[in-house]
C-alpha cells in the first residue's frame, strides 16, 4: 500500500505519525510473510537433501544380488513398455491397412492392446474384418437400393444374364464371347 493511497483513504485523519505507523506494521506483516516462505524453503531444501543422501545411502547399502535385481526389473519395466509399444504399433498397422481412421479406433484401442502382441493384432484383425464386412455389406445394400428401380439391359435372359440366341451372343464383345467359351465350350451348340 502507498502513503499516498492511505491519506486519500484516512481522509484528514491521515497524519504522518498515522500513516508511518501503519506503513510500519504492513512492512512488518509482509516481512513475517517473507520471513516465513524462506524458511520454508529452506526447510524443503534440507528435506530433500536428506532424501537424496538416504537413497544413495540406501543404495550403497544393497548387495551385489540386489543391485543386480534392481538392474533386472528395471530392464523388464523398458521391455514391457517395449512390447506394449510395439503391439500398439502393430495393431494401428493393421487398422491403417483396412482403412480405419485413428479417430475411429482411439477410443478402444487400451482395450485390445496388451503385452501379448499376437493377441492385440488377432483383436485388431477381428476388428478391422468385421468394419470391413459392415462396410461392404452396406455399399452393396446401397448399391442395390439405388439399382433396384433400374430395368435389365436388353437381350440375354433377365434372370441370370445369359445370352439365350446367337445373334444374341455374337453381339457380345469378343473378349466376354472368349470368356464364356471358356466356361463352356458347347455354347454355341446349345443357343438356339
Do not use: C
Not at 534440507?46 to 544380488?65: I, W
Not at 526389473?73 to 512390447?83: E, F, I, P, T, V
Not at 481412421?101 to 493384432?121: G, H, L
Request: proline share 3%.
Amino acid at each position: 500500500m502507498h502513503r499516498d493511497k492511505l491519506r486519500e483513504l484516512l481522509g484528514e485523519a491521515a497524519t504522518d505519525e498515522v500513516v508511518n505507523a501503519i506503513m510500519d506494521a504492513n512492512g512488518k506483516d509482509i516481512n513475517a510473510a517473507k520471513s516465513g516462505k524462506d524458511d520454508l524453503k529452506a526447510q524443503l531444501a534440507e528435506a530433500q537433501s536428506k532424501v537424496d543422501e538416504l537413497t544413495k545411502a540406501s543404495e550403497a547399502n544393497l548387495s551385489d544380488a540386489e543391485k543386480w535385481q534392481k538392474a533386472i526389473d528395471d530392464a523388464n519395466k523398458r521391455a514391457d513398455k517395449a512390447l506394449h509399444d510395439l503391439s500398439e504399433q502393430s495393431a494401428v498397422a493393421v487398422f491403417a491397412a483396412a482403412g480405419i481412421s485413428e479417430d475411429d479406433y482411439k477410443a478402444f484401442m487400451p482395450s485390445i492392446v496388451s503385452n501379448d502382441r499376437k493377441a492385440t493384432v488377432a483383436a485388431a484383425k477381428a476388428i478391422s474384418d468385421m468394419v470391413s464386412a459392415k462396410v461392404a455389406a452396406a455399399s452393396e445394400a446401397a448399391e442395390k437400393k439405388s439399382l433396384g428401380g433400374m430395368k435389365p439391359p436388353a437381350g440375354g435372359d433377365a434372370s441370370n444374364g445369359t445370352v439365350s440366341t446367337k445373334k444374341e451372343f455374337m453381339s457380345l464383345p469378343y473378349a466376354k464371347q472368349v470368356e464364356l467359351r471358356a466356361q463352356n465350350p458347347e455354347i454355341l451348340s446349345q443357343l438356339s
